[in-house]
Each structure stands twice: as structure tokens, then as C-alpha cells.
Nanobody, 129 residues
Framework: QVQLQEYGGGLVQAGGSLRLSCTASGRTSRRYAMGWFRQAPQASGKEREFVAGVTWSGDYTLYAESVKGRFTISREKDKTTTFLQMNDLKPEDTAVYYC???????????????????WGQGTQVTVSS
């Protein structure tokens, strides 16, 4: 199972940008998709919201409607780091952001938290108006 750690959260004004990164460690022979999820304060205890996902190859990505055109997910060729570039941030983007790995995905990509078995600790993103 891979271990994940997020970096890059912080406080930004509306309209600003942040870049999150997620580093994977540990040994696995599996090809796995990566995803970013978030949980807003008012959604505590509810399901984490899917934000973006990328396949093992990096060739296919998927986004939530609320972030399309503003966020970009990518992963390095060595697969150790996944990024989430967030532009034109809005106050409603305020949340704890988690990266996750789906080690059963193969070359596929899911978009629900139940499909992802490995999670980072999360990083806080706060967007002020």
C-alpha cells in the first residue's frame, strides 16, 4: 500500500492560485490512479467531494463540474508526485484537500471516495473573499 503526503495548502484571496502536491512512497507493483478530494467545514461527517482524478498513464483526467477550467491535475512521469494546480480560487473552494490512490484501478479511473484505499492526511486551503 502506498503512503501519501500532501503539501501546498494555505490562505489565498479570491481569484488567486495555489498548487498542491502529493508525494507517494512505499512499495507497490500495481498501476494506480490518483485523485484529489475535499471536505468543507460544513460538510464534516459527510462524504468527501471528488475534485479531480488522473489515470496511471496520466493521459486521462476527470474533474468535478465546479472546478472545470480552473483546476488542473497532473502527475510526474515517475508517478511519485501528483499535482493539483488551482487557479481563480473562490471562497467556496475552502476545504481540507486530500489526495488518494486507487490501487485497484489498473488503467482506469474512479470518482468516488470508496474506490480509493490510500489517503493522505489532508491540507487546508482557505480562500478569503
Amino acid at each position: 500500500q502506498v503512503q501519501l503526503q500532501e503539501y501546498g495548502g494555505g490562505l489565498v484571496q479570491a481569484g488567486g492560485s495555489l498548487r498542491l502536491s502529493c508525494t507517494a512512497s512505499g512499495r507497490t507493483s500495481r498501476r494506480y490512479a490518483m485523485g484529489w478530494f475535499r471536505q468543507a467545514p460544513q460538510a464534516s461527517g459527510k462524504e468527501r467531494e471528488f475534485v479531480a482524478g488522473v489515470t496511471w498513464s496520466g493521459d486521462y483526467t476527470l474533474y468535478a463540474e465546479s472546478v472545470k477550467g480552473r483546476f488542473t491535475i497532473s502527475r510526474e512521469k515517475d508517478k511519485t508526485t501528483t499535482f493539483l494546480q488551482m487557479n481563480d480560487l473562490k471562497p467556496e473552494d475552502t476545504a481540507v484537500y486530500y489526495c488518494a490512490a486507487d490501487e485497484l484501478s489498473g488503467d482506469g479511473l474512479a470518482a468516488h471516495q470508496d474506490d480509493f484505499g490510500s489517503w493522505g492526511q489532508g491540507t487546508q486551503v482557505t480562500v478569503s473573499s
